[in-house]
């Protein structure tokens, strides 16, 4: 539901194209020279945890310097800056270096910001400039979660979702004006996902203790999963996969598959051989392919078949990093800045690639553009990589 001049490359929405962590882009190669892959341009951003999207040959992130988030607009090929905004608020560290952490989303020539505490902007997408903002949490007096709003916003036609509150806020995308709210509990960190319950299109929230579905017209709840973890901290974001979905949590949570079907979710499988603390995986052809354990335990990169839970195969040495595909290749970034790509394959871990390209740390996911792969720390440093053939 984005805008039809879209096109197949662009990424305007957290994790790629379609918000499943999948790349369409096909000109590009793992096959670089020993010094790793060629660096066409650098930028700081400042310190923070926000992705990358893309429209039009601008990509755009954000983070924290000098007692303000500086939302900013660089050119693909050349990182030229074409146009910041700024909004004042802390850095906030709490057990990580802080700044913000909820990507922004390109929609209909506009970007939505949503910040730790809870502001909406709307942006200009040519120019940077305001076309109206929200305080959320004043409107609505829903309480801001432990480590800030950190959700992704996404977009369905003129109504724009948030990860606010127990299961969700809908603005209209035009004005801000409010067209539902939930109760005034924790968010959870994940992303809006989109879920169609029979012939109701509806949005799936991870909130601080639940796994919640709503209408989207409405708001109104159409089933919910108990899902407790310590912190309340549920991050990666549900998959669906028709009348399935999928869940996991770190901190010994684990992982689900509920089955929808019925209406309401009914238990197919869980066991906590599989945890996602911060990333979402990936699903293809039947198989979940993520971040597994959480950050002081040393997580590693798996596969999982979905259907059953039986866990394939296992590789150390990521932590708490995170991966995206690309046809049939992974690419992977670690959380000490290990560029690592390695074939799609349910049978065995099979490398193809690797190079040092960052460090301090790296949560945030990658983004293929048009084989330009654009990759971030903690501390703001933004690479663009040239991976075309």
């Keep these: 539901m984005f805008s039809p001049g879209l096109r197949a490359e662009d990424s305007a929405q957290f994790r790629g194209p379609r918000g499943d962590g999948r790349f369409g882009s096909t000109n590009w190669s793992h096959e670089w020279s020993d010094d790793g892959p060629k660096v066409q341009w650098e930028h700081t951003l400042g310190t923070g945890f926000t992705s990358i999207v893309s429209q039009d040959g601008l990509v755009i992130s954000s983070g924290h310097a000098g007692g303000n988030v500086s939302v900013v607009a660089l050119d693909l090929e050349s990182g030229v800056e074409r146009w910041k905004f700024q909004y004042a608020a802390p850095v906030d560290a709490n057990d990580f270096q802080g700044g913000p952490t909820s990507t922004p989303l390109i929609d209909d020539g506009a970007v939505f910001v949503l910040s730790r505490r809870g502001e909406l902007f709307s942006l200009d997408l040519s120019n940077g400039k ?37 299961a969700g806020v809908c603005v209209h995308k035009r004005d801000g004006a409010i067209l539902w709210a939930s109760d005034d509990r924790d968010s959870g960190y994940s992303s809006v996902v989109p879920y169609r319950d029979g012939d109701v299109e509806c949005v799936i929230i991870g909130s601080g203790r639940s ?22 901290c549920n991050a ?15 901190y010994s949570r684990g992982s689900a598959l509920l089955d929808l079907s019925s209406g309401s979710p009914e238990l197919i499988w869980k066991h906590k051989d599989f945890r996602n603390q911060l990333g979402t995986s ?13 950050v002081d335990e040393g997580a590693r990169l798996s596969c999982m078949e979905m259907s059953t839970g039986e866990i394939r195969w296992d590789a150390a040495g990521f932590a708490a990093g995170s991966v995206i595909a690309a046809g049939d290749r992974l690419i992977v970034l670690s959380d000490s800045g290990e560029l690592l790509v390695a074939k799609v394959d349910p049978d065995a871990f099979k490398p193809l690639a690797r190079h040092q390209i960052l460090d301090g740390r790296c949560w945030v996911s990658p983004v293929l553009i048009d084989g330009m792969l654009l990759c971030r720390n903690a501390d703001g440093k933004l690479l663009c990589l040239n991976l075309r053939r």
């Design 282 to 294: 990936l699903l293809i052809d039947g198989f979940v392919y993520g971040v597994n354990g959480d």
């Design 236 to 250: 990666a974001d549900a998959i669906v996969d028709g009348d399935r979905v999928f869940l996991s949590s770190g």
């Design 211 to 232: 796994y919640v579905c709503v209408e989207l017209e409405t708001g109104r709840e159409r089933w919910r999963q108990r899902w407790l973890t310590t912190f309340g």
């Design 130 to 166: 305001l076309n109206w903002s929200l305080d959320v949490v004043d409107k609505t007096a829903i309480r801001i979660p432990g480590w800030g709003f950190a959700g992704a916003p996404r977009v369905f036609g003129d109504r724009l979702v948030l990860n606010v509150g127990d």
